[in-house]
């Protein structure tokens, strides 16, 4: 709670996230405005411009996260490495890419969990910020898994297309392109692994179809 509460003060006045009313670290409560409105449901348009509020935001006392793909996909090895039955796929290949120019503060889940449309969509949930590469938040969005985990289904190339031009950044659509198949490869890992340890059959078969895809998404060509 203490980073929730960091993050969410660090996020004010920039219209990305709700706003804290209070914060009681010795009981772990944090309470914040609740954000009026419906669930997301396609406004392309309206998270690109979130994302580019929120650059604004010092990303700085966050935790780290790895911004290497070398990096990253050693962080989805250990993740197969839990499962009892892998699924037999082999791992990207490690390419070379430059650290950001800058970093950024970080949902690091953005999935589904946003709420509203247009200049009034705000960014719910953060329970794990850090501080990282934009490209990381980006991946948490266009992932076919994470739209598949919140009950979605996975982002058209339309859609996709829609986002890039609405974001206006070809330097980061250039990167992330480079680093989808290593955060892709990671949230497998994880997948695989959920799979193997949860009960709930029907959250299973949702994990399951969510590897499928990422492993799919992993290998679509740049």
Not at 65 to 81: M, N, S, T
């Amino acid at each position: 709670p203490e980073d929730e509460a960091k993050a969410l003060r660090r996020l004010a006045g920039l219209d990305v996230a709700p706003d804290v009313l209070g914060f009681w670290p010795e009981s772990s409560l944090l309470v914040y405005n609740y954000v009026e409105g419906e669930m997301w449901d396609g406004d392309m348009e309206g998270v690109a411009q979130l994302l580019l509020r929120k650059e604004v935001a010092d990303p700085e006392g966050f935790r780290a996260v790895p911004i290497d793909p070398g990096e990253i996909i050693a962080e989805g090895d250990a993740l197969f490495a839990r499962c009892k039955a892998p699924p037999e796929v082999n791992p990207p290949p490690v390419v070379k890419v430059t650290p950001p120019d800058r970093f950024s503060l970080i949902h690091t889940d953005i999935g589904v969990n946003l709420v509203g449309e247009g200049v009034n969509l705000r960014l719910i949930d953060w329970q794990c910020p850090a501080i990282g590469d934009l490209c990381e938040d980006i991946y948490s969005f266009l992932s076919p898994a994470f739209q598949i985990l919140g009950e979605r289904a996975p982002l058209t190339d339309t859609q996709i297309q829609d986002f890039w031009q609405a974001l206006a950044r070809p330097d980061l659509a250039k990167r992330y392109d480079l680093l989808r198949p290593a955060y892709a490869w990671r949230f497998a890992g994880y997948c695989a692994w959920r799979v193997e340890v949860l009960k709930d059959s029907e959250i299973c078969a949702r994990y399951h179809r969510a590897l499928g895809e990422e492993l799919s998404y992993m290998r679509q060509p740049a």
